[in-house]
């Protein structure tokens, strides 16, 4: 059992940037970011293995960094050169199997707001 809880979310501007955060009670599991915006599919952005290297999706590779401190338990997404399309409900995701970017994660966080204004 694990739980999640983002924050981190707001309204920025086009160019902009935010940090996410996600907040979780163990550390053993493969974790990634989601986003899903109104009316469309959720989609996986970025994904960390337990120790090891990061995955992105094609759409924010080299603006967004995914990242672990496992002593403060917490995740990261820190976003750069944000954009409207950025625009969307960003939740994170924790299992024991490496689903990447398959939302078929067994655990999620509430979620938290990103609005990019043009």
């Known amino acids: 059992q694990v739980q999640l809880v983002e924050s981190g979310g707001g309204l920025v501007q086009t160019g902009g940037s935010l940090r996410l955060s996600c907040a979780y009670t163990?550390?053993?599991?493969?974790m990634a970011w989601f986003r899903q915006a109104p009316g469309k599919e959720r989609e996986g952005v970025a994904f960390?293995?337990?120790?090891?290297?990061?995955t992105y999706a094609d759409s924010v590779k080299g603006r967004f960094t995914i990242s672990k401190d496992n002593a403060k338990k917490t995740l990261y997404l820190q976003m750069n050169s944000l954009k409207p399309e950025d625009t969307a409900t960003y939740y994170c995701?924790?299992?024991?199997?490496?689903?990447?970017?398959?939302?078929?994660?067994?655990?999620w966080g509430q979620g938290t707001q990103v609005t990019v204004s043009s």
């Open positions: 163990s550390t053993t599991y493969y």
């Open positions: 960390i293995e337990n120790y090891g290297p990061s």
């Open positions: 995701a924790a299992d024991r199997i490496r689903w990447l970017f398959e939302a078929r994660y067994k655990y």
